[in-house]
Nanobody, 122 residues
Framework: QVQLVESGGGLVQAGGSLRLSCAASGRTFSSYAMGWFRQAPEKEREFVAVINRSGGITYYADSVKGRFTISRDNAKNTVYLQMNSLKPEDTAVYSC???????????????WGQGTQVTVSS
């Protein structure tokens, strides 16, 4: 069992930055690939970024590539999402999730956090 708690969301102006954190409980954090997903109002949840168990492999959605960076600290059981050059279309609830494989496919993620709201004003 892994419990995930996100933090770091908030209101920011377009062009600004935010850093999201996702703290995991349990000793098995390093056994999971970690992903970030987001869901905007009236839209389906979509993949944002994923990082493998060791942190050596990352993959991003085209919409955030070059602006967002995913990283992890296995000693702290935490995964991060650094978001730069934010746009109003980045407004969404951002959730982290844990999967046994490094994948963009949501159904493979076994554990999910509750999410944190990110709002980007124009």
């Amino acid at each position: 069992q892994v419990q995930l708690v996100e933090s770091g969301g908030g209101l920011v102006q377009a062009g600004g930055s935010l850093r999201l954190s996702c703290a995991a409980s349990g000793r098995t954090f390093s056994s999971y690939a970690m992903g970030w997903f987001r869901q905007a109002p009236e839209k389906e949840r979509e993949f944002v970024a994923v990082i493998n168990r060791s942190g050596g492999i990352t993959y991003y959605a085209d919409s955030v590539k070059g602006r967002f960076t995913i990283s992890r600290d296995n000693a702290k059981n935490t995964v991060y999402l650094q978001m730069n050059s934010l746009k109003p279309e980045d407004t969404a609830v951002y959730s982290c999730a844990a999967s046994e494989t490094t994948t963009v496919v949501q159904v493979t993620y076994r554990y999910w956090g509750q999410g944190t709201q990110v709002t980007v004003s124009s």
